[in-house]
């Protein structure tokens, strides 16, 4: 399992970091996912810390031992929004965090 | 543009069966995994399934293992997921998402995913 915190608030500009915790974190394999009410899930990072192109450059990923961290930095009203970490290893396969609702004040 | 576009969901009995598919268009489809990812009304993500590239190697989740089966036809560029002995715990949003690479353990990963497809057990 992954765990990551159930919320987090943020006022609009500021850094917002989201850690996700558990063994199957580690080996550049962590992604981060957003997903904003009624849509499917996007992805904003992949292997730990890289970001498809399109992905704001406010976006950016960091593992340290078996805890990924998404650093949302400037953030702004339209990040408002759900976030999932997922990771894959051998015993579990693929597996999501427990996802975090980040609430723009 | 990349699109996945899901179907076939719908209400159902408990202990019946569904079928959903996935068309793919907008990339070579055999270059990618595919994997089916649900979300229970209100509730996180569960990754259900996945098929490799060639259709030969499928992964399932321990809570549909024996239930589901994946699949996917490369000529028509469309993945399934049968569903059957569903549960009302299977209710929820199926999404189908691709992964390019699928068969590496630090580079898989769900880089599109579809609307979706709303899968209803009740009785």
């Known amino acids: 399992e992954l765990t990551q915190p159930p919320s987090v608030s943020v006022s609009p500009g500021q850094t917002v970091t989201i850690p996700c915790s558990g063994e199957t974190v580690g080996d550049q394999n962590a992604c981060w996912y957003q997903q904003k009410p009624g849509q499917s899930p996007v992805m904003i990072i992949y292997q730990d810390s890289k970001r498809p192109s399109g992905i704001p450059d406010r976006f950016s990923g960091s593992t340290s031992g078996n805890t990924a961290t998404l650093t949302i930095r400037g953030t702004q009203p339209m990040d408002e929004a759900d976030y999932y970490c997922?990771?894959?290893?051998?015993?579990?396969?693929?597996?999501f965090g427990t996802g975090t609702k980040v609430t723009v004040l | 543009q990349v699109q996945l576009v899901e179907s076939g969901g719908g209400v159902v009995q408990p202990g019946r069966s569904l079928r959903l598919s996935c068309a793919a268009s907008?990339?070579?489809?055999?270059?990618?995994?595919i994997h089916w990812v649900r979300q229970a009304p209100g509730k996180g993500l569960e990754w259900v399934a996945v098929?490799?590239?060639?259709?030969?190697?499928?992964y399932y989740a321990d809570s549909v293992k024996g239930r589901f089966t994946i699949s996917r036809d490369n000529s028509r560029n469309t993945a399934h997921l049968q569903m059957n002995s569903l549960r009302v715990d299977d209710t929820a949003m199926y999404f189908c998402?691709?992964?390019?690479?699928?068969?590496?353990?630090?580079?898989?990963?769900?880089?599109?995913w579809g609307q979706g497809t709303l899968v209803t057990v009740s009785s």
């Open positions: 997922q990771a894959w290893d051998s015993t579990t396969a693929w597996v």
């Open positions: 098929i490799w590239n060639d259709g030969v190697n499928k």
């Open positions: 907008g990339f070579t489809f055999s270059s990618y995994g």
């Open positions: 998402a691709r992964d390019p690479e699928v068969h590496d353990s630090s580079g898989t990963r769900f880089d599109s």
